[in-house]
Structure formats: C-alpha cells, structure tokens
C-alpha cells in the first residue's frame, strides 16, 4: 500500500500548540499516515540582501522540525517526517542524539529525510562551509548510522571530530535515512545510501529518468532497488480534493511508497480551513485500506 500523509502547513497555520495538536490529531483521524515538515534555521532579510532570489525570507515562519517532533510525538500517533533536514549546516552528533531521543519518544516513528540545502546565508550563520557538502552528507549519514548502532565510534572528516565517544540513549534501529533533493548527484546518493528517497518531480518522464539513476546507484552498490522507498507530494492548489486524488493515482502508477499532501499556498488562513482540504480529499476514498500498490 502507498502510504498518504500530510504536509505541516506550519507558514499558515495559527494558534501555538493547540492548533499543531488539533491539526496532527485530526489528520490521524481522517486516516493520514504521517506529518511532514521542512526545515530552515533561518531566513535571510532582503534589506540586507538586495538580490535575494530565495524562495522564503526572514518573515517565513519555520518550525524547528526535531523539537516539533518531540512535541508532536506525545500528541497524535502520526509517523514524523523531515523534508529535509539540512544535515551538512549541522553537528552531526548533535543530530544523532536528537534524532535517537524523537524516535524513542515516539516508539519508532521518525523518518529522517535530508539533504544538502541551497541558503548561504544560512550556512554562513550557523559556522559551515557550502563547499563540498555533498561529499560531508555521505560522511553524516555514515556517522549518524554508526553513533545509532554502535556504543563507542571514532570519527574524522571535515571538521568534526570524536574519539571514543558514544550516545546513549541509542534507539532500538537505525533510524531510516531518506535522501532529498534535484540533481543526478543527490538521485546516486539516494540509491547508493538511502533508505528512500524524495523526489520534487511529478510522475512522468522527469521522474522515470531520476529513478533511473537511482536504480543504476542502487545497482552498483550491491543493493537491491526495490528496497528503496520513493516518497512523492502532490498540492491542494492543483485541482482541490478531486487533483490530489487523481494525483495519488500518478504517484501510486509510478510505484511510490508514500506521498504526501501539501494545503499551503491555498488561500487558507485558518485551521479549519486546511482541515475542511483534509477531509475532503479523505472523501474521495483515497485512504481506503484497499488502496493497492507496492508493500512497504
């Protein structure tokens, strides 16, 4: 079955706490699977930055997604999702720890998707080099793997260093790793490491040339493609309830194994709103149990 989730409308949606609960509640009870949320630290001002060509700015609220998910894990049973950390502007233990903590406190329910961001100005603040990211991702999530697994790990690449060191608590697994991103290099590291990976493509030749790579990295590697998920998302804004539903069917064809879907940029500007969105598309039928496709 392909799993359907929903995308944290965090930008529109008011009211602290009660209103993330209330919204995280009754997608679960609508039938959702699991809640989304993307990540930025910080937004540049454009007076400072008169040629910014960013798509969001210092005035875009962003939830930080790992202590949104501490919260979230004791309100609703939703799986937590990241898309995507900016993993390589981080320290990776510091991750690791909180990654470990979310996914204890929710009994196994995160998904850590990450990728290698595009803000410089963002990365200038938080003390790390644009230069070579790439490279320093394929180090982290080593990294995050072995700080999960493993009570004493020794490490050393791209200024980060430990010795001997160890967090604890661990999680009960490794926590799934799932690769965002545009490019042919973000698609090899997805079927090289990944547990899945998060395409922004729509179903259609776009896509089967990404998933293409993936496989032939997948391939290469020793791994077997099929065990890779792909984790698609489809817009409120294209075609209401009816275009999600018709969407899902794309997504389902292209043999995606989860999808999300987004409210934002609709016009809503109230809780209710972006619920009334929820529950029409649950109406369509396209949570219905039978809705077949690949198991994962």
């Not at 939830?63 to 900016?86: I, K, M, N, Q, R």
């Not at 510091?94 to 979310?102: D, H, N, R, S, Y």
Request: one cysteine or more.
């Amino acid at each position: 079955m392909m799993e359907i989730g929903v995308v944290l409308p965090q930008g529109e949606l008011h009211g602290g706490p009660r209103a993330l609960r209330d919204y995280a509640s009754a997608a679960q009870e609508l039938g959702f699977r699991h809640l989304l949320a993307y990540d930025h630290v910080l937004g540049a001002d454009p007076a400072g930055h008169p040629n910014w060509q960013g798509v969001y700015d210092a005035d875009d609220p962003f939830h930080e997604p790992l202590v949104l998910f501490g919260y979230l894990a004791a309100v609703c049973d939703l799986d937590l999702v990241t898309s995507v950390l900016v993993l390589p502007q981080r320290q990776t233990a510091l991750v690791a720890k909180q990654a470990a903590e979310i996914d204890l406190l929710s009994d196994g329910r995160l998904r850590l998707g990450v990728g290698i961001g595009w803000n410089t100005v963002e990365y200038e603040a938080l003390g790390r080099p644009m230069q070579s990211r790439g490279e320093r991702l394929d180090q982290q999530i080593a990294l995050l793997r072995a700080l999960w697994t493993h009570r004493s790990v020794s490490f050393e690449h791209a200024g980060e260093r430990i010795v001997a060191a160890g967090i604890n608590p661990r999680p009960k697994r490794p926590i799934p790793i799932w690769i965002g991103g545009t490019s042919p290099a973000a698609y090899r590291r997805a079927g090289r490491t990944g547990d899945g990976w998060m395409p922004r493509l729509q179903p259609g030749p776009e896509l089967t040339a990404a998933r293409t790579i993936v496989t032939k990295a997948a391939e290469a590697a020793g791994r077997p493609p099929e065990a890779i998920g792909m984790h698609g998302r489809v817009r409120y804004t294209d075609g209401g309830a009816v275009g999600v539903a018709a969407a899902a069917r794309r997504w389902r064809e292209a043999r995606a194994t989860h999808l999300a879907v987004s409210t934002l940029g609709a016009g809503f500007t109230s809780l209710s709103e972006h619920l009334d969105a929820l529950t029409a598309i649950a109406r369509t039928g396209l949570l219905d149990e039978n809705m077949e496709g690949p198991n994962r």
